[in-house]
């Protein structure tokens, strides 16, 4: 299946919106559509060897709008000159209208003021109450200022549907022309004993108010598509490229694949690549929302539209176009606005039958006032207030509005919220599971303790620094990599090694001059018969040495020849306890060291579970690693309940049996309460999950790693780490761009504002149309008298709407 995002055109109201996703649906090949009538906008998931782009476009088009792809028009070039041309030629014609509009229904509202009060004016002119004049300045107004909405319902009509538009015409009209019949034939009224009264004043205000509602409206509605303008404009115009030699400024259009691109500092680096030449700190705030500068030296990554800070550098163009990774970004964030939330549900079922409802209850209005009163003005103004005040906008544009503004305060805070469904899931999170390496670690494993026996003197420890550093590296190992970084900061030369040997899942081998140097595990080193593994007397006390920059610590023991010495396990038992992965080096078959590795924690990561388990949430820390180790991680940010020894199959296993102990199996099936039933810790994690099961509560897992993915995908909502595999982010629901797990904080913070205000909007769009439609129909006019005059009606109608889409536009003030 593929997925496209459309932009729709033509659309006026709900009713709108649902006809457009039933006529796509109805597309072979269509899986599935979601039409958001506030973004405008459809996400179609289809299959593209049964249909494609033109189809889908030709069947909007015989439903009476028009659609064009994102991607076509140029998502990432933003509009261009020819297409804001033509939107602002629409803005100022609305005005134009608008303007003409108002001005006529001033001069009716004062012509018609004596009719309506039943006073005799001076101030107003006697030629103003003339219904021949009044016909002549309403006519425009009904026809040109209102020929949307008759085109808009013919269109409907041919489709064999009804929506907003056919209950403006339908009201208008009846108001237009039962007043020019009265104007052509008043004796007809006369000789019923009737008074020939006029309503031109009632069509030319409602056109006026609701044309008025229409700009305010698609003025908000603006605003809510900030958040992809500032992505847009965040990446640059133009780029420097190295050609035969030469540098030359091109439009980034024109960039290809493999051009080397040279950077100076303070400027936006155009494209995605890497780099080959020179070195600078890059402020990539704008896309990750990283605070700090990143360093970037040959061979690292660098993202489209981030700044360049101190130095110049050249790389080499990795992706282009709609393949960078703000393009994808941007695409990301236009689906999700594109999407329709769960919440919407009611909503559109609502205004399906909405329109032909309403109509319904006008016939039936009009008929029980005529039958009752034989007034047939009052029948009159009831049926068109009915008809005018029934507007389903503020329940289309209840929930859109709010998803547009949500998603987007989402990207510009480094969260992509895959679509509507997981920012409204977000919210009734109750447990969350954190994978460890790479989500509460930095999954960069690093040197934090080097313990040598022997001597500080003549430099021995830098010297077996050396040995080691020239063995690991010829491997590719991530402890290996630990190794060579360590080797870096305290500044050693690497010599050759030769006759170099991994052995999967023990350690390497290699000889560095005439020395065989062999680094591994404690297993496979007394497999070897190397077992001699001592600590210093207490006479001798560890001496400390601070590594380059303050980040490495390192201890050497003097240890005399003639100084009885014991076995130091202790040592190796200390740095296990607190999770750190021991590495035993041996020279020439004898013990001469050990290496502490750690997978550090990030530093946001207390600060971000503290804030969880304040929100009311269970943390579960889920991890692959021994459980000394995972229990060693988890104290560290006071994380209770622990899965650890979980392979990747199990994860999955352990996400669906949290979710089964609240009720909800992810395959519709009960699962057994412990996850790992071949398992050496199945009784501790049985344990753990009911510590941790909380009724009625969604799951959630957060994850970065290609083993992370099944689980992201059992999950109720799945957090990917953004600094992780595309895999893992493309299984997930929302990603953190920065992999700062305080943005898991920001996500279901951000989740439950935009719910809150999705419930206030639909609370008032159900009750405006609850309480309005009986007030039209005129309920309260034989206990008070209170009749609802059409052009109040209208104005309501028209402030509904601008009501909705202003309140969801609070959001944008949304702070962590």
Known sequence: MDTLTLKLKGMSCASCAKRIEKTILSVTGVSECSVNFGAEQAVVKYNPRKTNLKQIQSTVESAGYSAYSLEDEGMMTGEDDAQKAV?????????????????????????????????????????????????????????????????????????????????????????????????????FFVNQGLMPEVYYETAAVVITLISLGKLLESRARGQTSEAIRQLIGLQARDARVIRNGKEIDIPIQEVRIDDVILVRPGEKI???????????????????????????????????????????????????????????????????????????RLADQVTGWFVPAVIIIAIVTFIIWFSVTRNLSLS????????????????????????????????????????????????????????????????????????????????????????????????????????????????????????????????????????LVQIGTQRWLEELSIQDLRIPSRKNEPQRHEGHEGI?????????????????????????????????????????????IADALKPSSQDAVKALQKMGLEVVMLTGDNRQTAEAIASQVNINNIFAEVRPDQKVAVIKSLQAERGRGG???????????HSP????????????????SLVAMVGDGINDAPALAQADVGFAIGTGTDIAIAASDITLISGDLQGIVTAIKLSRATIRNIRQNLFFAFIYNVAGIPI?????????????????????????????????LRLRNFRN
């Open 87 to 187: 939107r602002l030629a629409e803005l100022r014609n609305l005005k134009i209208k608008l303007v003409v509009a108002g001005v006529i229904s001033i001069l009716l509202v004062l012509g018609s003021l004596p009719m309506m009060i039943g006073l005799h004016l001076p101030f107003i002119p006697a030629w103003l109450h003339n219904p021949w004049l009044q016909l002549i300045l309403t006519t425009p107004v009904q026809f040109w200022c209102g020929y949307k909405f008759y085109i808009n319902s013919w269109k409907a009509l041919k489709n064999s549907s009804a929506t907003m538009d056919t209950l403006i015409v339908l009201g208008t009209s009846a108001a237009y022309f039962y007043s020019l019949f009265a104007t052509i034939f008043p004796h």
């Open 380 to 515: 009159l103004i009831t049926t068109v207030g009915v008809l005018i005040i029934a507007c389903p906008c503020a329940l289309g544009l209840a929930t859109p509005t709010s998803v547009m503004v949500g998603t987007g305060k989402g990207a510009e805070n480094g969260i992509l919220i895959k679509d509507a469904t997981s920012l409204e899931m977000a919210h009734k999170i109750k447990t969350i599971v954190l994978d460890k390496t790479g989500t509460l670690t930095e999954g960069k494993p690093t040197v934090t303790d080097f313990v040598t026996v022997n001597g500080t003197a003549n430099n021995n420890e830098m010297k077996l620094l050396q040995l080691v550093a020239a063995v690991e590296r010829n491997s590719e190992h991530p402890l290996a990599e630990a190794i060579m970084n360590y080797a870096r900061s305290q500044q050693v030369n690497f010599p050759e090694a030769k006759d170099f040997q991994a052995f999967a899942g023990s350690g390497v081998q290699g000889v560095v001059g005439n020395q």
């Open 270 to 344: 155009p494209v995605d690549g890497e780099v080959i030449e020179g070195n600078s700190t890059v402020d990539e705030s704008m896309v990750t929302g990283e605070s700090l500068p990143n360093k970037k030296v040959p061979g690292d990554e660098v993202i489209g539209a981030t700044i360049n800070k101190t130095g110049s550098f050249k790389f080499r163009a990795t992706r282009i176009g709609k393949d960078t990774f703000l393009a994808q970004i941007v695409q990301l964030v236009q689906q999700a606005q594109g999407s329709s939330a769960p919440i919407q």
């Open 681 to 696: 810790t199945a009784h501790f994690c049985t344990d753990a999950i009911n510590r941790v099961s909380t009724p009625h």
């Open 667 to 677: 395959d519709g099936e009960r699962v057994p309460t412990s996850p790992l039933p």
């Open 776 to 808: 039209a129909a005129g309920v309260f006019y034989p206990i008070f008298g209170w009749l609802l005059n059409p052009m109040i009606a209208g104005g309501a109608m028209a402030f509904s709407s601008v009501f909705v889409v202003t309140n969801a």
């Open 552 to 596: 490495r610590v390192r201890e050497s023991f003097c240890v005399s020849s003639g100084i009885n010495t014991s076995y130091f396990q202790q040592y190796k038992a200390t740095w296990e306890a607190a999770g750190k992965t021991v590495v035993q080096i041996a020279v020439d078959g004898k013990i001469q060291g050990l290496m502490g």
